[in-house]
């Protein structure tokens, strides 16, 4: 059984790649036969595939440890073929659709894949490798410095993710200290910052004026390959949120002042949920595992084979250590059938929902790894978080495994968190929308926006005077703004399906836990809104889908008592 540290990266050689690639091209448009054209089509996907494997690898590993240099000049390198590898596949699915054999060939592949390979197509063109190249080169820069950050506190040094805890103290002193600490480190390198985002954002215009569209968003909406909605509707999905959403996230946070006994909620105050402190995970990152086990064999047959699996080969990286990336996300390697967790343990109840949620990302790609298809092994964003969220909410029962006597905080924190990141989650994405469509904008017009954001769908926040992040900076720390852009409105809408989850789950598990099992084998063989029909759910967009689930949420959390907890 080989395992991750064993597996084999051997630097792509571009120029063989495209001959080998256009031999094998030349195969499928010429196939005599539909046969001879799926054959074609899998021998293609083999050897994407391989180039698949070769980056993933060098992504995992430059993430791990952004001081190997060998991998950071690998990660430099398909930083510059990405987009040339990226021209390969366009080829491929410009060949695709104008088969002549396309009727048959979607009775066995799927139409999502003729839909996936006219968005990549329209999204895409031979003009724009140079800037794809400068926008990969800019986005490693921010991941990079966000990297970097050791931050002086309390007489030692610590990351980011590290600082989490301290975040969470009783003591309001050290809260109010370790969050201005962590602002302190954007604040000193702002500049770069923002220099990175204004860079970013005119290379993006650049590409989508090129590609013959008036701004990025249109682009941008093409990348996240929103096969089956558009953004009018994200729009009055924003509007529901600001509407049934945002007016009872604040009075949560009034609830929370209240329990844990302070006039005013200020920004350093909102991770602190109970006055006798958070609920945490009661042993070491290895005793989270063993617990993980545990909960994985009993929740089903299939999570008990994933999670071993996992295990056996060593496929999670998941403690905070300095040099290694910020964040958490699960990717696949395909040549080894993998899924792979990266985390930055820190001692917090992150450190669960990371076990839940990035292993339901990786147990849908475990389900659907043979599905044939590599562009089915992961659905599209909002569809693939469902996947993770909802884990999170089926894993319930177990939880007493990692919270023992704190089990309820951790329940009524873990709802009422998924409940106010909804107004967040939008008004990152309303942001985007603003920003590339005033690509002009100075990053000062930039933050100005997202302060009126922030007053919009986050109104009972309070900086208590920090200036870095009164002056509406706060967003700099989201690297999808940075990495992935529109990537975000992803998370409300699959939270919005996840509470259904939670709510089908505590009324009838078996059948609950059978609609989530048929999504994960389904992987992204259909759109988003076909995989929430066929997971019995409702669509975020219907009429008052989201007031049911969210009214539904807020009775439950009116049922606790909050202040004995």
Known sequence: ???????????????????????????????????KAIDAI???????????????????????????????????????????????????????????????????????????????????????????????????QYSKLVASAEVEFQGD?????????????????????????????????????????????????????????????????????????????????????????????????????????????????EN?????????????????????????????????????FMLDRNLLDLEAKKGKEAGGYCTFIEDYEAPFIFANFNGTSGDVDVLTHEAGHAFQAYSSRNIGVPEYIFPTSESAEIHSMSMEFFTWPWMELFFKEDVDKYKYAHLADGLQFLPYGVAVDEFQHLVYENPEWTPKERKDAWKQLEEIYLPHRDYD????????AFWQRQGHIYDVPFYYIDYTLA???????????????????????????????KAFLGLVKAANLRSPFEEDALETVIRTIETWLESVDDKAL
């Open 495 to 525: 939270q919005i399906c996840a509470f259904q989850f939670w709510k089908k789950s505590r009324e009838n598990h078996e059948a609950a836990w059978a609609d989530y099992l048929n999504l994960c084998k389904l992987g992204g063989s």
């Open 42 to 140: 899998k021998e293609i996907n083999t050897f994407r595939n391989k180039l698949s494997t070769l980056f993933n690898l060098v992504y995992v590993r430059a993430s791990i440890n952004t001081k190997d240099e060998f991998y950071q000049k690998e990660r430099d390198y398909f930083d510059e073929i990405e987009p040339e590898i990226k021209a390969m596949n366009t080829a491929f699915y410009k060949e695709l659709i104008k088969s002549p054999y396309r009727m048959e060939l979607e009775k066995q592949f799927g139409s999502q894949l003729f839909e996936i390979a006219d968005f990549e197509i329209k999204s895409f063109s031979p003009d724009i490798i140079r800037l794809l190249q400068k926008e990969n080169k800019l986005s490693s």
């Open 465 to 472: 005077g920090n200036e870095y992040l009164e002056s509406g």
């Open 1 to 35: 059984m080989l395992k991750f540290q064993d597996y084999q990266y051997e630097r792509p050689v571009l120029q063989e790649d495209q001959h080998a690639f256009k031999e094998l091209l030349n195969l499928f448009t010429n196939a005599p036969s539909t046969d």
């Open 157 to 269: 040094t610590y990351t980011l993710a590290q600082l989490g805890p301290f975040a969470q103290s009783e003591e309001r002193s050290i809260r109010k200290q370790a969050v201005t600490a962590s602002a302190g480190f954007f604040e000193s390198h702002v500049d770069q910052f923002d220099s990175i985002y204004d860079q970013l954002v005119k290379t993006r215009h650049e590409i989508a004026v090129k590609l013959g569209y008036k701004n990025f968003v249109e682009v941008g909406y093409l990348r996240m390959l929103r096969i089956d909605y558009n953004a009018d509707m994200v729009d009055v999905f924003r509007r529901q949120v600001r509407e049934f959403v945002v007016p009872l996230a604040t009075k949560l946070y009034e609830k929370q002042a209240e329990r844990i006994g302070v006039e005013s909620l200020k920004f350093y105050d």
């Open 272 to 308: 602190f949920k109970f006055k006798t402190g958070n609920a945490k995970p009661k042993g070491s990152p290895e005793w989270i595992i063993e617990n993980g086990k545990k909960m994985y064999a009993e929740l089903s047959d299939e999570t008990n084979e994933f999670f071993q």
